[in-house]
């Protein structure tokens, strides 16, 4: 069952809850209220009083007939003992108050198990997937062998040294031009042929860079215009000499065949050939940037009037698709004796069910949010791994910290101490390396920057003593909760906070991004955030007590692990740490 809630009557009929939670961030507030409206309206469905009365089912009393022979028959009806109670909510907004997890991701209430999350990517050219279709621009892959695809790519690479085009982030710098395998393409033919008018198209494809995401080489088909713009029809046919490809057959199946000729020295040309089989894929606006696709092929300049008037305008079309979401259970349960009440009872005053229970809430807070800190930890791997992260020669990230790299070489006595370095100019390094690591994330993100960091305790502290850190002023009532991730202060505009369940010398760091529902990155989906149930023990006559939550934690929008990056820090000699 949906249901669609009225956000401003929500926050103003829960605030008054809210505030006794204190809850302040607007954001939360909203989708604490959203939820708090939708669960309220599932319990109500669920344990409505035509249902069940007071826990314990439809109870009725039977009467007497009021006619002679008459059987008994129903009455009015009597509420039910109570003994198994329904108390859902007071305990879904505890721990959506306390699980500081759901300060890193968005949330995203839902009102049934499973929810379908819509998505919309933009493509170059309107033609389907099928490669038959002939687009006018296409990345090429492999579905069999990577190998096809890294030669392709490092000969292309190759190419544009030699006539020193530069990458940009999803193109060139300058227009370059690579010919199917029919081992006529000299090293002159592929560098100085130009995609003019006049020149003979058939074979040729225009190389557009790599794809910023999946790094796959990108390129352009020419293909003639029809009806051709002269007015006349006489020449209107299919000419070969103005296309790419030939009239029939796929664009895989001619690459399988063929291979691409492309220029890998100073004067010969060699071929590459698949052994696989060629992936011919649409190129998403979301990934890439073709700015001669709008702008009839100049790159970078505009179309004259004469241009425009013979080209026909370049078709963008959307791409619709769902991703379907399904939430998971955890559940715990007390286990009491009437003995165990009793004693501690009299022996302290504390009221032991009342505590049980807030140790069962912190039990699944800690589930929570151990549960979003490792989503977070594998997309921030993932894209310090990916091929579009900045890498040295040996293909290390660029984004690691290694303290040794600004020490001397080892004393006689085995320490190495620093060379010109002190140990706050390497700290200033660190937080050069971490800021790095976020505009790098509003970059290829595009969203925006990195709004917190999750470390260990170790490098916490020494981010401690970095100058610019500010301690958070919610941290005293933030560590109250035994076990539980917490804020520690702010480096600049990103909040740091320590996750109590990395090693010690687990010294990463990883940073991300809290944005909307509508944008890529994490999102927490609750559905019934806390189910509670209370009942009293036949074996031990004490009371027990489940609690339990249905929730998912998703990764939804494009690449989101763009919102993410991990920094690992390396300290041999223990100069920093």
Known sequence: MN???????????????????????????????????????????????????????????????????????????????GDVAQNLLPVSMKIAAQAIGLDLVAVKPTASPRIELLFVDFKYDNNDQDDEDRPLVFKVGSKDSTSDIETL????????????????????????FVKLGDGTATFANLKDFTGSATEDKEGWLEFLGFSRIDGYPMFRSFR????????????????QSKNTFPQSGSISSIIEA????????????STGTFSGEADIELISLMEDHIPGFSAGWNLYDPMTRAQDERTYPGVIGPDVFTKAVQVGDVEITSALKRTQIEDIKAATGMDIVQKLEGVLINELTQVISKEIVASIRELSLKNRGSHTAPKDNAGNSKFDFNVDEYLTLPATNGFAA?????????????????????????????????QYLV????????????????????QAGKLNTNGQLYPMGNLGNIAIYVDP???????????????????????????????SISLISEATWAPRMLIRSRYAVADIGFFPEKQFMAIKVTDNNGVLI
């Open 224 to 239: 003639q215009y029809y009806p051709v713009m002269d007015n006349t029809f006489a020449n209107s046919s299919f000419d």
């Open 258 to 269: 063929s291979g691409i000729t492309y220029m890998t020295g100073t004067t010969t040309g």
């Open 418 to 450: 620093p060379g010109g370095e002190t140990y706050h100019s390497i700290q200033r390094k660190l937080v050069a390396k971490i800021n790095n690591a976020s505009n790098f994330i509003a970059t290829d993100g595009r969203v925006g920057p990195a």
């Open 501 to 531: 369940y990395m090693r010690w010398d687990d010294n990463q760091i990883f940073l991300g991004r809290k944005n909307s529902v509508d944008q890529p990155g994490l999102v927490f989906i609750p559905y019934l955030m806390a189910q």
């Open 3 to 81: 249901f669609i809630v009225d956000k401003a009557k929500a926050m103003k009929k829960w605030s008054p809850i809210l505030d006794t939670l204190n809850v302040d961030d607007p954001v939360k507030r909203e989708w604490m209220s959203e939820y708090a409206e939708i669960h309220q309206m599932n319990e109500n469905v669920a344990y409505s009083t035509l249902y069940n009365l007071n826990g314990m089912g439809p109870v009725t009393s039977p009467t007497v007939g009021t006619t002679p022979g008459s059987v008994w028959q129903a009455g009015s009806g009597a509420a039910g003992s």
């Open 153 to 176: 790519k490092e000969a292309l690479y190759a190419h544009m040294s030699v006539l020193n085009i530069q990458e940009r982030i999803g193109g060139l710098d300058a227009r370059l």
């Open 455 to 474: 470390t260990n305790g170790n490098l916490a502290s020494v981010i401690q003593d970095i100058a610019g850190y500010t301690i958070s002023p919610v």
